[in-house]
């Protein structure tokens, strides 16, 4: 899975700061486990969608169009588990608490 020229800097990384070299590629990989946890966690029925900035890699976030994507899917099940058809208006009812356990991520 990893190139071998990783491993090596993993290896590298590892002796010159007294690290297992598990240790570290567990360092590597926390950020991203975070990334995948929040946005597991987010609350697809209010659209609420946090951006997350990994420092000096990426930033993720929920462009415009996929909550489009989720709205419309809300608007079907809405109106497929409901007769009243003004139900579909009420996506923000399910906005009870997040408590994702963000810690120090930065949320945009």
Known sequence: MQSKAVKTLIKEIAVKYGFKEEEILEMVKTPFYL???VMRNSDRAALQFPSIRIPNFALFYCTEGRR???KKLNSK???GNS?????????????TSRGNGQ????VL
């Open 77 to 79: 099940n809405n109106e």
């Open 35 to 37: 990334v995948s946890e």
């Open 83 to 95: 007769t009243d058809r003004g139900s579909d208006k009420s996506d923000s009812s399910g906005d």
């Open 103 to 106: 810690g120090d991520i930065q």
């Open 68 to 70: 489009e994507f989720y």
